[in-house]
């Protein structure tokens, strides 16, 4: 036995071993192999190696000291716990011998996890399954989980949607409590629309594709003197529903109505969504009425609000109205044909106004996706937008930029900001513009003015170099994000923007309309503070994230029997390793590897993302030729091969030339 100078001697020497340690605190990332990374507070990225990344989940905020490996670069090994959220795993069942374990699917985490015989339920190996961590393994030792729920089988139809549901906790049900509530709103619904004015004489109709049914704005256009008036009827379940109730709750905790393929997750019952609230031509509904003005250039004059009733006249399709404003007259009812006209022309100068003074979307097709009894793609349908499409789309734009200046001005709602490019690439925003465009490199590109000048210009000059510029400089922006203050969305152009037209779609919408009412009334409404704005934002991401998962996993069963087939398609991603393309027929993703052959390896220039191999070089945006070369549907991979489209070095280096 150690004596008690000893003891104090060896505690003494851990006290100053440690003592001459760096701990840092961070936050754990996976990798696709057992290793992980420590991201530090201070923006430094530390190495973890297998045996400590066995000891943590990702996503763990962690304590840990930190060694300095070969080139500067850090190595990590965990001091302390500081806290993990990871309690949902959702995956496969498998059993090695007598080890039975859940096979996660969260990214990062390459490991099993033990389930013990008392916590395996009915669960049976191969199944998909929803687990619960019942144990740590910084904690105790090894991790452990729980079977909460049976997904289903590998070959149970619609599988793919029940999993990721799962994985991503989408609410399906709605609560018993909610539910009670929905259906006595149903019953009050009638008497509501009854005791308000009824603007039905201003002509609404509903343009929606043929298969929406949650309709929850219809539309009227009259012509006055210097332009038009634009009339919009809003579904109103702000005054049936009020905060803090059940339903109020479910629906903030869906944050909108998720749709994905083949199936809808909505965030009221259906029963509301689609039947009471739902604008069905015929019948009285409650609605915010909106009616803007405007003028014959284009420019956005006054507006006015009120809360009253109206009976959609019909429900016309995006292809009818098309058709109409080429020329079919009998596609539309008469009683339409004037009010269409009005909006063609309206949505026409909103669109040449926006050019100039905003920024205009870029127009991109859509993909139907069409299942098959088994939930499989059967087919996937491209379509480019038609002229209904867009006249609709200016209207809405229109309606939620004049009540995102009323929302402003009472400084309250739910607003959408986009704040242009990420600070973190700001120096490398700065370093591009110095080299290409020195005018715009001082420039406060945060400000609204300033960024709008950037972009008109670049959109107004089509050189390779200006438009890979563009490119390059859309990948550096911020996502677009809700906020409870009014803020610019540079994305639009716009000083502020705040939607409102979709209130049985979106909480957002919803909360707005409130806003709109007490205003309305004289009063105010309790706003939505950081933390909720914080937890609709999360469950908008979550929702995205769940879609792309889904729509891979779908994809990659789809491309199956594709394998040595060629497709057209456009660069979207450029990086050391290859070239992400997107098909044009379907619109789905896949990676061109280039990095495969050591003695052969591409030349990336990061800074303009650009990638030159075999005397080709390739860019953001590029029209290429690519051969399917596999797919692996468990990975949710699909690879493909360039076999056209490169633009030969030496002729990419004479136009750079030219254009100096």
């Known amino acids: 036995m150690l004596n008690p100078d000893a003891l104090k001697q060896l505690n003494q020497l851990k006290t100053d071993i440690r003592s001459t340690k760096e701990f840092a605190e961070g936050r754990v990332r996976g990798s696709n192999g057992k290793f992980g990374f420590v991201m530090l507070d201070d923006g430094r990225e530390a190495f973890l190696p297998p045996p400590e990344m066995e000891r943590v989940f990702p996503g763990d905020r962690v304590r840990v000291s930190l060694t300095e490996e070969n080139k500067g670069k850090l190595s990590a090994e965990l001091d302390a716990l500081l806290e993990s959220d990871l309690n949902h795993l959702v995956g496969q069942y498998v059993q090695r011998g007598q080890g039975h374990f859940i096979q996660p699917s969260q990214n990062g985490l390459n490991r099993w996890i033990f389930l013990p015989p008392k916590a395996r339920g009915k669960a049976q190996p191969g199944e998909f399954i929803a687990c619960k961590v019942i144990r740590h393994p910084f904690k105790d030792g090894k991790a452990q989980a729980k079977v909460l729920e049976v997904i289903g089988a590998p070959e149970m139809p619609g599988i793919e949607h029940a999993f990721v549901v799962a994985q991503h906790q989408l609410p399906e049900k709605f609560s018993d409590a909610a539910l009670k509530q929905a259906a006595d709103i149903k019953q009050k619904i009638a008497e509501v629309a009854a005791g308000r004015e009824d603007l039905t004489d201003t002509g609404f109709a509903t343009i929606d594709a043929e298969s929406t049914r949650d309709m929850d704005d219809a539309i009227a256009v009259t012509a006055r003197d210097g332009g038009w008036t634009l009339h919009i009827a809003v579904a109103d379940p702000s005054s ?44 009285l509904r409650p609605a915010l009425v909106l009616h803007i003005d405007i003028d014959s250039d284009g420019r956005i004059g006054g507006s006015r609000y009120e809360f009253a009733a109206i009976r959609s006249r019909h429900k016309l399709s995006y292809d009818n109205v098309s058709g109409f404003i080429d020329g079919d007259l009998s596609a539309v009812p008469e009683d339409q044909q004037e009010s269409l006209r009005n909006l063609e022309a309206l949505s026409k100068t909103r669109a040449t106004y926006r050019a100039s003074h905003s920024l205009i979307m870029e127009d991109r097709p859509d993909y139907d996706i069409l299942l098959d009894e088994k939930r499989k793609i059967a087919r996937i349908e491209k379509r480019e937008r038609n002229v209904a499409q867009r006249m609709v789309e200016e209207a809405m734009l229109a309606t939620n930029i004049a009540m995102g200046a009323k929302l402003a001005s009472l400084q309250q709602g739910c607003f959408s900001v986009h704040l242009g490019f990420r600070d973190e690439r700001m120096g490398e925003v700065k370093s591009l513009l110095k080299e290409l465009l020195p005018e715009h490199a001082e420039k406060d590109l945060h400000q609204l003015d300033n960024y709008l000048a950037l972009v008109k210009y670049l959109e107004t000059h089509d050189e390779p170099r200006m438009q890979n510029l563009l490119a390059v400089l859309k990948r550096m922006l ?16 716009l000083e502020a923007y705040a939607t409102v037209t979709s209130p049985i779609r979106k909480y957002n919408d919803l909360h707005n309309h409130r806003v ?50 060629e497709f057209t398609g456009r660069v979207t991603l450029v990086n050391g390793a290859g070239l992400g393309v997107r098909l044009d027929d379907f619109g789905i993703d896949g990676f061109v590897r280039l990095n ?43 690879a493909f091969e360039v076999v056209g489209g490169g633009i030969p070095v030496a002729t990419e280096a004479a136009t750079s030339a030219a254009d100096e």
């Open 240 to 283: 049936l529903i009020e905060p803090g109730t059940p339903l109020d709750r479910e629906a903030f905790e869906r944050a909108h109505s998720q749709y994905l393929p083949g199936e809808t997750l909505p965030m009221l019952p259906r029963e509301l969504c689609e039947e009471a609230f739902s604008l069905l031509p015929g019948e």
């Open 478 to 493: 911020r996502p677009g994000q809700l906020a409870n203050k009014p803020g610019a969305h540079l994305g639009l152009g």
């Open 516 to 565: 709109l009412q007490a205003a309305a009334a004289g009063q105010q409404t309790v706003d939505l503070d950081d933390g909720k704005i914080e937890g609709l934002q999360d469950s908008l991401l979550r929702g995205r994230q769940a879609n792309r998962a889904l729509e891979q996993w779908l994809y990659c069963q789809f491309m199956q029997d594709k394998v040595g087939q």
């Open 596 to 638: 495969s052959d050591k003695k052969n390896l591409p030349d990336f220039d990061g800074k303009h993302l650009t990638l030159a191999h075999d005397d080709l070089s390739y860019q953001l945006e590029q029209p290429v030729t690519v051969k399917v070369g596999s797919v692996d549907v468990d990975k949710r991979r699909i």
